[in-house]
């Protein structure tokens, strides 16, 4: 999987975080929200790249995720306290 040369790691990141609160969330929803987003902002970016994105940020430490993550309908994710 490779990200569209006009998208960036860190809009990628900018998308997840404006979506995530202090509060655990469905992974599922979370990458919906995030696919909405790309949809009305025709950003080329599918839900498999978001997966793999909230994977990486969980596993660096940068976000809280409890669960699977490959699983997302039976994960969560949030902000770090």
């Given at each position: 999987?490779?990200?569209?040369?006009?998208?960036?790691?860190?809009?990628?990141?900018?998308?997840?975080?404006?979506?995530?609160?202090?509060?655990?969330q469905k992974a599922a929803?979370?990458?919906?929200?995030?696919?909405?987003?790309?949809?009305?902002?025709?950003?080329?970016?599918?839900?498999?790249?978001?997966?793999?994105?909230?994977?990486?940020?969980?596993?660096?430490?940068?976000?809280?995720?409890?669960?699977?993550?490959?699983?997302?309908?039976?994960?969560?994710v949030k902000l770090k306290?």
């Open positions: 999987m490779t990200l569209p040369k006009s998208v960036s790691e860190a809009d990628l990141d900018t998308i997840i975080f404006s979506i995530l609160t202090s509060r655990r929803m979370v990458i919906g929200k995030a696919m909405t987003h790309c949809e009305e902002h025709n950003l080329p970016i599918n839900d498999e790249i978001f997966g793999a994105r909230i994977e990486v940020l969980a596993e660096s430490g940068r976000i809280q995720g409890f669960g699977d993550l490959r699983l997302w309908g039976h994960s969560e306290d």
